[in-house]
């Protein structure tokens, strides 16, 4: 049974099987209903989610969350720690000042996630002010509590894949990876088993800004935005640490970084076959030689 | 986790989708999907359907940047949204499907490799896609029953 829903800003599939066919409707139904849940405690653009009480809220006084918010914030702190703070969800102010996020409340300063606590009984507490998006890590934790309840559910087989990020139990399944630049095109990977792939890129995000451009990629140390068209890709046993991972990677461009190894995890960057294919027409406008040759010595 | 890469990916393993289409739900099966055990009246009007506990269920279509999706919206008695469900995700062609040489050169390779040409290429990762069309799209059917079916029985 294979099913989509539009959820957390894309597009949720689940592709389920080794049940009769309505308790796996019902199965499939509730791991959707637990995606939907992570998308209203986390959105950064409902006010009435967890995260925008925290943002609001935090530096002032602890606030209370639900436990999944508390759980991937502490999971957070620790890939913030184990990374050196290349995984950081307090990098939001800027994309708030790039309009990659809309800015409802006040533009806060710069701040880490250094700054960010987790308190007993799921309360959070900000040492000073700072916008937290969990953008980077809570599409991945949706996939991992879908499958956790298709799990429970006693399915033994299945791939959840949320807008590109995905997790597969059971047999061993073909991965797919979609160009950032044309999406359109689609490459074969590799052969997954029991495991999560998850894939980022500036390219989809990439707007002007000012006198230069911006992408929901930033650099956690310099604060600067990632405009490159790669596509960085995680493969680890939990989509949520894949989907951190892929903004690591994102930043080092190295997949054997020892944050990789000690997560068990495994890096790749894709370059963009339409973008080299842009390359090729920029050459041939810019060099007054190739500018006469035939337009299609260039093609890929 | 187990993870077996492609060995050295070469550029010219790109392929273009041509036309994928995934169907999710028929039109009946969106109906006990979202409404179960319920039943449905046609309003007149293509796609609309009243449901017999008193709400409504719309079937849509919109268009993306790179995708046509026909999508059901099911409305609660209080004009609430019960779900959403995808009906059919179709993926727009590329510019390289018009190139047939192009693509002639992978016709013999796909059979070889898990890649199937025009196949269902399924579990694709890559950087989020947004449904805001689809979003966009609820809201307008919100508006709709709003306007003009809220009541009307």
């Known amino acids: ?300 | 986790m187990r993870w077996t890469p492609v060995l050295a990916v070469p550029a010219a393993i790109v392929v273009t989708v041509p036309g994928k289409a995934t169907v999710y739900l028929t039109t009946e099966q969106a109906q006990r999907a979202i409404f179960p055990g319920a039943t449905f009246t046609g309003t007149g009007r293509p796609g609309v359907f009243r449901v017999s506990n008193g709400g409504y269920l719309v079937i849509d279509q919109v268009v993306g940047k790179h995708e046509y999706i026909t999508y059901a919206v099911g409305i609660n008695p209080n004009g609430t949204v019960k779900q959403i469900e995808i009906l059919q995700y179709n993926e727009s062609y590329g510019y390289e499907v018009r190139n047939a040489s192009w693509r002639a050169q992978f016709v013999g390779k796909s059979a070889a490799s898990p890649l199937q040409l025009n196949g269902d290429i399924k579990n694709i990762s890559g950087a989020t896609l947004s449904s805001k069309h689809v979003t966009d799209g609820v809201k307008r059917i919100l508006n709709m029953y709003e306007t003009s079916l809220k009541g009307a029985r």
């Open chain 1, 1 to 300: 049974m294979r099913r989509q829903r539009p959820l957390l800003g894309t597009f949720v599939e689940i592709d389920a099987e080794g049940l009769p066919g309505h308790e796996l409707e019902r199965a499939v139904a509730a791991a959707f209903a637990a995606v939907a849940l992570v998308g209203r405690l986390m959105s950064f653009h409902d006010p009435d989610s967890d995260l925008s009480a925290i943002n609001r809220g935090a530096a002032v006084a602890p606030v209370a969350v639900h436990p999944w918010v508390a759980r991937v914030i502490s999971r957070a702190l620790a890939l913030h720690r184990l990374t050196d703070g290349l995984f950081d969800c307090a990098i939001a102010c800027e994309l708030v000042r790039w309009k990659v996020l809309p800015d409802d409340g006040p533009v806060t300063a710069p701040a880490t996630m250094a700054a960010v606590h987790l308190l007993p009984d799921n309360h959070i507490a900000f040492d000073t002010p700072l916008t937290l998006d969990l953008g980077g890590i809570a599409k991945g934790f949706a996939v991992d509590r879908a499958v956790a309840v298709l799990r429970r559910h006693a399915i033994r087989a299945a791939v959840v894949n949320a807008g590109g990020d995905l997790r597969a139990i059971g047999p061993a399944v073909p991965i797919h990876l979609r160009d950032p630049v044309d999406p359109s095109a689609i490459r074969f990977a590799g052969m997954l088993q029991n495991g999560a792939i998850a894939t980022s890129s500036a390219a989809t995000t990439l707007t002007r800004f000012g006198s230069g451009q911006v992408s929901a990629l930033v650099r956690a140390r310099t604060r600067q935005p990632i405009v490159d068209c790669d596509a960085y890709s995680a493969i680890a046993g939990s989509c949520m640490v894949a989907d951190a991972l892929t903004k690591v990677l994102a930043q080092s461009r190295q997949p054997d970084a020892p944050c990789f190894r000690r997560l068990g995890a495994v890096g790749f960057i894709t370059p963009s076959h339409a973008q080299q294919r842009f390359k090729g027409l920029d050459r041939r406008i810019a060099d007054p030689y190739f500018s006469n040759a035939p337009a299609r010595r260039y093609r890929a």
